[in-house]
């Protein structure tokens, strides 16, 4: 009886009870077996509520049965967090006053990707006596060679 591990994720759920699947009923019709592990994998399911949900789905294989109960995880958690989102308020203003704030953002955003660019032309570069292990050249490493190998020609 294969369960769910605090914090496995459904899709290794999944994969291990079909490979316990194949292991256990290798001559079974795979159509069978695909029915068997959806069964199984619901009820190895450790949350009540997402085992509940996906039983009531009633899936005819693993494939449907994991992707609605990832849905249904992924709907659950978001409205638990959803509850928690503030409003925000917007202000109405005139458009100078908008215009104003995103001139000042921009400039803003200006100086940061400078400051950024600057920042990579100070980084000091590679050893310029690398060589490539591809064609024994100095300068460039193996992953940054032009050269064509005769692999590459077909």
């Not at 789905?57 to 638990?80: C, F, P, R």
Request: aromatic share 4%.
């Amino acid at each position: 009886m294969r369960r769910q591990k605090p914090g496995e994720s459904l899709q290794v759920l999944a994969v291990d009870v079909e490979r316990l699947m194949i292991l256990a009923y290798a001559e079974c019709p795979q159509d069978v077996r695909h029915s068997l592990a959806a069964q199984y994998f619901v009820d190895a399911i450790k949350d009540e509520d997402t085992q509940h949900a996906t039983k009531l789905m009633d899936a005819k294989d693993l494939k449907s049965a994991l992707a609605y109960s990832m849905k249904y995880e992924a709907a659950k958690t978001v409205s638990k967090t959803s509850q928690n989102v503030r409003s925000i308020e917007i202000e109405v203003g005139t458009g100078k006053e908008n215009g104003e704030k995103f001139d000042c953002l921009l400039k803003t955003l200006e100086k940061l990707l400078n400051s950024h660019v600057a920042g990579k032309k100070n980084t000091p570069r590679r050893n310029p006596n690398v060589t490539c292990w591809k064609c024994n050249k100095k300068g460039h490493l193996q992953r940054e060679c032009q050269t064509i190998s005769p692999d590459q020609e077909n």
